[in-house]
């Protein structure tokens, strides 16, 4: 399983950042996604990043506002999320895939999850 953590309650306009370690070798192909859930609502895809090139897609609710980056050293990727908005608020998720993909289907490796509140 993946973990994210670095959720928390910030103000509409503030920034938080994710982080999602994962451990084992991981091969350059590989990618890493974060997803989020709104209450009520079914799990949709904010962005991911190809392991070797770092390269990155992202969501178009979060273009421009969140970046996804990694720390190869320490098997880590990161959501750095700015201008924050109540829509935001949502438990984020990471998982691993074999290939660019934002369907749920293709990653594995879910872990719990950490949630994430903007108020107004």
């Known amino acids: 399983q993946l973990q994210a953590s670095g959720g928390g309650s910030v103000q509409a306009g503030g920034s938080l950042r994710l982080s999602c370690s994962a451990s084992?070798?991981?091969?350059?192909?590989?990618?890493m996604g974060w997803f989020r859930q709104a209450p009520g609502r079914s799990r949709e895809f904010v962005g991911n990043?190809?392991?070797?090139?770092?390269?990155?897609t992202y969501a178009d609710s979060v273009k421009g506002r969140f970046t996804i980056s990694k720390d190869s050293a320490k098997n880590t990727v990161y959501l750095q999320m700015n201008s924050l908005k109540p829509e935001d608020t949502a438990v984020y998720y990471c998982?691993?895939?074999?290939?660019?993909?934002?369907?749920?289907?293709?990653?594995?490796?879910w872990g719990p999850g950490t949630e994430v509140t903007v108020s107004s």
């Open positions: 084992g070798r991981i091969f350059s192909s590989l990618v």
């Open positions: 990043i190809r392991w070797g090139r770092a390269s990155t």
């Open positions: 998982a691993k895939a074999n290939g660019l993909s934002s369907t749920e289907g293709d990653y594995r490796d």
